[in-house]
């Protein structure tokens, strides 16, 4: 168990739709990451926040956003989904915003029909 | 921007045999870290090793940064060993995201 807690673990919707995914990062760990696993893109960076700003952005798309809030937590927010959009989501989190080892949640695997 | 490239991309194996897996990287790192993501799709952190080298049990990992590479070791392998294993790196110049290579798939039958 690395400590980041990421919730739904499975959701499935409609093409469309907008879902929010949620994480809690370990404790003590001011930055969060997202990550989004495709079978055609492999695991690749979305966007990163540190103590409540962005830090980094990385490949999202402008129908995705992000936050985190005053507790640490982040919230992944994905809209007008497309069949593309079906992947499994993780959150990480780190001491700090570079150089330091990420730990990554169990994932949010979003299933789009 | 930097590359990750991990090799062999398949590997199958008799348990209780050794294996070792090389990720080689294209640029100057400030993170690098192994992972195994397990059938379930956990990703579960082996070894954070930007320079050096680790030992956990059964494997270690080494990582020579001036020349950009870094190998997993696993001896005995168990049928749990299964998996694909990913290397990613941090670039020292632009920080903050893990950049993955695309993995190596390991097989361990029985």
Known sequence: DSGVTQTPKHLITATGQRVTLRCSPRSGDLSVYWYQQSLDQGLQFLIQYYNGEERAKGNILERFSAQQFPDLHSELNLSSLELGDSALYFCASSVAPTGYEQYFGPGTRLTVT | ?110
Not at chain 2, 15 to 20: I, K
Not at chain 2, 24 to 39: E, G, R, T
Not at chain 2, 53 to 63: H, M
Not at chain 2, 90 to 101: D, E, K, V, W
Request: glycine content about 8%.
């Open chain 2, 1 to 110: 921007g930097i590359q990750v490239e991990q090799s062999p991309p398949d590997l199958i194996l008799q348990e209780g045999a050794n294996s070792t897996l090389r990720c080689n990287f294209s640029d100057s790192v400030n993170n690098l870290q192994w992972f195994h993501q397990n059938p379930w799709g956990q990703l579960i952190n082996l070894f954070y090793i930007p320079s050096g080298t680790k030992q956990n049990g059964r494997l270690s990992a080494t990582t020579v940064a001036t020349e950009r590479y870094s190998l997993l070791y696993i001896s005995s392998s168990q049928t749990t060993d299964s998996g694909v294993y990913f290397c990613a790196v941090a670039p020292n110049q632009a920080g903050t995201a893990l950049i993955f290579g695309k993995g190596t798939t390991l097989s361990v039958s029985s």
